[in-house]
């Protein structure tokens, strides 16, 4: 019993300083009579570099029997809205473009990313979604961008 609760203790540290999508709501599109309806989800990210920046992305859960045990692939139709929720501040300087956040929307080899790239004349932040597989991908991707003050230059790398 000691080392089942180590283990617990061991992998909830582990996840304390992974960035978790925070649940903002959902609503169902099909009903399923077995399992869970498929449903769109709506997550918000806390960018964990710049702080004042939440970003909301919508996308399909698969539901039934296969999603109930996680055994589903979702699909890949996802969008984001990337807004300023407070004052805009940085952390530490940031690359030109890098993954921010990724999400499993399968069991093993498809993931829903978000990449935030820098676009340094116009001072702006913006974020890309999409998702890929071990094998192909899928061009669906959205975007979106959040302006950041001219009075306040966004460091770079």
């Not at 992974?18 to 099909?30: H, K, Q, S």
């Amino acid at each position: 019993m000691t080392r089942i609760r180590l283990v617990l203790a061991t992998s909830l540290l582990l996840c304390a300083g992974v960035a978790w999508a925070e649940p903002v709501g959902e609503v169902d599109t099909v009903f399923k009579l077995i399992g869970p309806d498929h449903k769109i989800v709506v997550d918000a990210h806390d960018d964990p570099k710049v702080n004042g920046v939440t970003c909301y992305v919508s996308r399909a859960k698969t539901g039934g029997i296969k999603g109930a045990v996680g055994l589903a692939e979702d699909k890949a139709d996802a969008s984001i809205a990337c807004r300023q929720v407070g004052p805009i501040s940085f952390t530490k300087p940031l690359p030109r473009q890098e993954e921010v956040f990724s999400v499993s929307t399968s069991l093993v080899f498809k993931k829903l990313r978000i990449v935030r790239m820098v676009d340094a004349k116009r001072n702006t932040l913006v974020y890309l979604t999409y998702s890929d597989r071990l094998i192909e991908g899928s061009p669906k991707n959205s975007v979106t961008a959040v302006a950041v003050d001219l009075g306040a230059p966004i460091p770079l790398r």
